[in-house]
């Protein structure tokens, strides 16, 4: 064993990490005993159409910080402004929500500018905890829009975002204390091949510390549309990638990302409760019912909390048993 004397000029970056109260989710993006979500990273969150990724990007964007501002850079404008406070909320935030601007005095604003304004944002107000752009594939150049429908703009959109991700990457390394922006992200097949590309060029793919993909693993409730989200991790800078980083979601649409019930399910999956007619936990040595799925459901849609505090309490008690990290 050798005790080299390593000198160091300058400071040495650490891994800040902010917890996503999402048990699964965070173990994915953990490393080394280390549980929680890297902050100064850039998070690409993809999938196809309606499986949550606006969802997950709002919810973690409230969770950086419990207090000061968001921005969000609407590049759809298909915004849902209640939608929108409710899954913040469920995060358990309670700052401010900075709309970037559709329009100015000149008339609708270039998706450009507005990008631009929410990355500069992470860096310029200090009050800024996160900042969201939905979706990069909507991204119009300005050429595009001044062109004909006939014209073609190759590679238009992939040096936007790669100037957005480049700017965004410096300010969040700079910034007085640890920050994160979310960019929601589609997927299309790969031509006459297996697998998927997500439009926006090779430069995010680079830039970003966390890849994450969304897919849609069971409906919970067809009446509401309840359902299992699973979120695949398929990059990660600080801990790299294995087929384990798997996080699970539970969204209730028009509400949002649901940490009760998610809660639940990650007991569920890891063997401290049991799904049957009814679900079951191990209270005090003995398989106990919590209650059918369809009250815990209907319990999670009115905030009560007390339903799940078992599942809470197990998740908890797992993380401060020895090898826990193996789990």
Known sequence: MTSNLILVEGTIPTVERFKTGLWSLDHAL????????????????????????????????????????????????????????????????HGTIKIVDYADKKGPRHHEAMMQE?????????????????????????????????????????????????????????????????????????????????????????AASVRLMMYRAETLDETDGTFLAECKIEKLRYGGVAKERKGLVVIIPGIGISPLLTSMFDCITLGLA???????????????????????????????????????EMLDMKDMTPGAENG
């Open 30 to 93: 953990g490393q080394n005993g280390m549980w929680g979500a890297p902050l100064r990273s850039i998070y690409e969150i993809y999938g196809h159409p309606h499986v949550g990724k606006s969802s997950l990007s709002y919810y973690l964007a409230g969770r950086v910080q419990p207090t000061g501002k968001i921005v969000i850079a609407d590049i759809e404008g298909t915004m849902d402004g209640a939608y929108l406070t409710s899954c913040v909320g469920q995060s358990g935030f």
């Open 118 to 206: 929410a990355a500069d944002a992470l860096y310029d107000d200090e009050t800024v905890n996160a900042s969201v752009v939905d979706s990069l594939g909507m991204i119009q150049p300005i050429m595009e829009r001044e062109g004909d429908l006939e014209e073609a703009f190759v590679g238009r959109r992939a040096l936007i975002v790669a100037k957005w991700a480049r700017r965004a990457s410096a300010w969040l390394r700079s910034a007085s204390r640890g920050k994160a922006t979310f960019v929601v992200n589609h997927v299309n097949p790969i031509i006459g091949g297996r697998g998927h590309v997500t439009p926006g060029g090779q430069a995010l793919k680079y």
């Open 274 to 312: 049991k799904r049957e007619a009814s679900i079951k936990a191990m209270v005090r040595g003995e398989w106990t019912s919590v209650g059918r799925i369809g009250s815990l459901l209907e319990a999670a849609r009115n905030g009560d909390t007390g339903r799940f505090d078992v599942f809470r």
